[in-house]
Nanobody, 117 residues
Framework: QVRLVESGGGLAQPGGSLRLSCAAS????????MSWYRQAPGKEREFVAA????????NYADSVKGRFTISRDNAKNTVYLQMNSLKPQDTAVYYC??????????WGKGTLVTVSS
C-alpha cells in the first residue's frame, strides 16, 4: 500500500524558514520522481518543486525559485522541502506527490504552512 505522510508544517513569520518532510512507503522510493504541490485557500493546487529519482535534477516554480530547495534521502525514503525567506503568499497546504508509481500518481494528505506576523 503506497503511503505518503507529510510533516513539518506550522506557523512561520515572514522571512522565516520551515522544512517539510514527506515519508514514503509501499513502493520502491528510489525508482520514482517526487514533487511538492501547494493549495492556497480559494485557489487551485499548484506545482512547487520536483526532484528526479536519484536527486540529481530539480525543478521549481518561478514563485519559489531561489527560496525553496527540494532534496531527497533514498536511504530514508524521504523527500524534503526547505523553505526560506517565506512570504505570506506561501501560505497553503503543501502536498507531496509520488509520480507514476505502478502507473498512478499518489498524494499525501498535506501539511499546513501559515506565514504571518
Amino acid at each position: 500500500q503506497v503511503r505518503l505522510v507529510e510533516s513539518g508544517g506550522g506557523l512561520a513569520q515572514p522571512g522565516g524558514s520551515l522544512r517539510l518532510s514527506c515519508a514514503a512507503s509501499g513502493f520502491i522510493f528510489s525508482n520514482n520522481g517526487m514533487s511538492w504541490y501547494r493549495q492556497a485557500p480559494g485557489k487551485e493546487r499548484e506545482f512547487v518543486a520536483a526532484i528526479n529519482y536519484a536527486g540529481g535534477n530539480q525543478n521549481y516554480a518561478d514563485s519559489v525559485k531561489g527560496r525553496f530547495t527540494i532534496s531527497r534521502d533514498n536511504a530514508k525514503n524521504t523527500v524534503y522541502l526547505q523553505m526560506n525567506s517565506l512570504k505570506p503568499q506561501d501560505t497553503a497546504v503543501y502536498y507531496c506527490k509520488a509520480g507514476g508509481v505502478y502507473g498512478t500518481d499518489y498524494w499525501g494528505k498535506g501539511t499546513l504552512v501559515t506565514v504571518s506576523s
